[in-house]
Each structure stands twice: as structure tokens, then as C-alpha cells.
């Protein structure tokens, strides 16, 4: 009877497997296990990476890497391991104070360095080289926005995007900060369907980048954690971002949720039955930027 069962079966069993498939593209990349490890534990595109790909990446540390601008993958990072170590601010910007300790993380460009150094690959270029001189390099694939010192190379439609970019493609931006992020792939590549996330049924090939960043969700994660530990972090105070996935060129005001920290607004859905906050990273009000491939 089972035989039976499982005979008839067959043709819309073979259907779903090639629907499941088809739907969910990402594949198994020395850089995405790098920069997964660097999640907090069970993020869900950690998750899903794992069930998608059979790798079986674990968080470094439970709360996720912790940003601090200026934060370089060097000695004092993982002097304490598997806690962080404490470190003065470099100087005062809209979130840290100069010469006040903070939890010592990375900021946007360590993030990326860490990931490519721990996959193996070689390191960016300085950071000044790779937020400043945009017309001395060959490989950018896409440039736009205004104030630009050379002609631009047209944006595709976001959802197309996907078609040309390859995982670890970086998008360095200039608006009031600069910053930079590590693409991963689409919503899509990781099983979403709109079914899932009807909010964001619109928007499952737009670009999604991981980056160390300011982030809603971590002044009270970082808060707590130098609560428990008083003795080494009585000095300390929280940090407001972390190692996070956002979504790109999505309107902000397709956002259910918005939030002011400090001197940043924030629109993000929420996903993973509401557990996870992902961030919009508009380019509207950036002056330029441009996708470059190393």
C-alpha cells in the first residue's frame, strides 16, 4: 500500500523538489560561511544558508559581531575570545564619544576585510583607496548619483541586479557617512517566498548586503551584556550597530516599522515571524556610489 502510496505520489513529490530547488539559488561560497559566522546565532539567513547548503556555520558569538567605528580585524579584536574585548573610541561621531570605552567590534570596512581574510581571499584595498578613488579602478560595475567625477555606468532595475552580481561584490557608498557592504544574493535565493513575506513580495530579487552597521536592534543586546559582565565592562558603555543583512533600493516607505536611534532614521521589515529586523539601505540621498567587483 505504501508502495502504492509513494508511486503515486511520485510526479508531485519530483514537482516540489524541483520548485524548492528552483526558488532557493544560493550555494555554498567560502565568503558567505565567513561572513555568516559573524551573525548572532540563529539569524535566519545563517539558518537558512545551512539547510539550503549543507554547511553547518556557527556564530562566533552569540549577540553577532559588534560595531565600533574605526574597529579593525587586529591582535585586541579576539584577545578574549569567546568574549569581546573593551576599546576607547578613536574619535566622536554621531554614535561614539571619543576617548569613552565601548565594546571593541568592526566597523563597515574591518567587517569586510575579517570576511575575505578569513575566506581566504586577498584583502581590499585601504580604506581610503577604496572610499575615495572610484575613477582609477576598471572593475566597477555600476555608478550612479550626483557630484560624480567621471561618466556613470546606468543602474539596472534592482530586481535585475541579481542577474550580474556575484557574491561578494562590494557597494561603497558616499551620503553623509561612508560605508561599504558585501553582496549575499536575494531574499529569493534563500527560500522567501511571498507567501512567507507578503510584505516584501515586491521586492525578493533586490540585492541583500551584509555589513557592519548602526542597528536598531543592538543598544539593548549590548546593554545587557555588559550587565552580565561587570567586572571587565564597568567602564563600558553600548554600542549601536552590529554585523546585519539589509535590503537595497527598497522606498522606505514601503516599510511597516520605523525607528530614530540617536541622529539615524530606520525602516525594516520584520521576518522570521518577527524575529529578525532587516533594514532598508535606500540610495535616494547618497551623493554616489558605485557595485565593484576585486
Known sequence: MLSRLLKALGPLLILLCLTVSASAEVQRHPLLDS???????????????????????????????????????????????????????????????????????????GFSNWVRKDAGLPKLPTAAEILNYWDKREQDLWTGGWNWPFDPKPLPAPEKMHEELQIGDVLIMRAKHRHIMLYIGTLRDYGFTAEEVPELADYLDYPLGIHCSAHPRYSAVFEIYIEEHPEYFFNCETTDGGVNVSILYVPPEAAPYHEHIQVTDFDYFLIDEGRYQMTIRPTEDLRAFTWWRP
Open 35 to 109: 561572513a555568516f559566522k559573524m551573525l548572532e546565532k540563529d539569524n535566519i539567513f545563517q539558518r537558512r544558508y545551512n539547510e539550503l547548503t549543507g554547511a553547518q556555520v556557527t556564530s562566533l558569538f552569540d549577540t553577532g559581531m559588534p560595531y565600533l567605528y574605526g574597529g579593525a580585524p587586529d591582535k585586541r579584536l579576539m584577545s578574549r575570545y569567546p568574549e569581546f574585548a573593551k576599546r576607547k573610541a578613536w574619535e566622536t561621531t554621531d554614535y561614539y564619544r571619543k576617548d569613552r570605552v565601548y565594546v571593541y567590534g568592526l566597523d563597515c570596512f
